[in-house]
């Protein structure tokens, strides 16, 4: 029996409410879990950030693929935006969004 090996990639993206940092367990298969964070820890914003990551991994659970949402997470905008490696971050979805189009980029 092939054992199934699961790995990690961590990314840390600035947004106009801070630093986003998310997790994106995956295997051959594709992801797995999405685990999202936005400090400081403890806050409204920062749980309502940590749920999106939960509701991403439930999808999962269902057999949704990742490469899925980027549209939807892109359409989410804010009043204001912040450069971040040459591109224009416009929300905390918009930066999960570029995020998950390059994992799904680097990990086809």
Do not use: C
């Amino acid at each position: 029996m092939k054992k199934i090996v699961e790995r990690s990639t961590y990314y840390n993206v600035m947004t106009p409410s801070g630093p986003l940092h998310v997790h994106i367990n995956y295997d051959e298969k594709g992801a797995r879990k999405v685990f999202t964070s936005l400090p400081p820890i403890g806050t409204d914003f920062n749980n309502l950030v940590a749920l999106i990551g939960i509701l991403i991994t439930k999808y999962l659970e269902k057999e949704g693929k990742l490469e899925d949402l980027v549209k939807h997470l892109q359409s989410i905008k804010s009043n204001k935006s912040v450069m971040w490696e040459g591109k224009a971050i416009e929300s905390v979805p918009h930066a999960l969004a570029m995020i998950i189009q390059e994992h799904t980029d680097k990990n086809k």
